[in-house]
């Protein structure tokens, strides 16, 4: 049964920091694409950030410069550090995993709060 367990959620203020973390079960890890999704309260999910299997990264605009995916294959976990957050970064935020543009799997999600 393929897992996703993300970690790191949590209440901060604006300005600070947090780090995400998602750990991962699937023998096929090192060379699946995964990724950071998050779902504002009242909106639709939406992509945040990934990491390909060959290490390429992408973001989503509105996090570019204040956040930075990294994986580590051995340990079979990828993180999503968090910097500068603000009020509107709140949202459940999601560890996905797939391949070729497509996420099969899916975490349970944390939440992630950031106080005016």
């Known amino acids: 049964q393929v897992q996703l367990v993300e970690s790191g959620g949590g209440l901060v203020q604006a300005g600070g920091s947090l780090r995400l973390s998602c750990a991962a079960s699937?023998?096929?890890?090192?060379?699946?694409?995964m990724a950071w999704y998050r779902q504002p309260p009242g909106k639709q999910r939406e992509l945040v950030a990934r990491?390909?299997?060959?290490?390429?990264?992408d973001y989503a605009d509105s996090v570019k410069g204040r956040f930075t995916i990294s994986r580590n294959n051995v340990k079979k976990a990828i993180y999503l550090q968090m910097d500068s957050l603000r009020p509107e970064d709140t949202a459940v935020y999601y560890c996905a995993e797939g391949a070729y543009g497509r996420y099969n799997y899916w975490g349970q999600g944390t939440q992630v709060t950031v106080s005016s």
């Open positions: 990491i390909l299997s060959g290490g390429r990264t």
């Open positions: 699937r023998s096929s890890f090192s060379i699946d694409d």
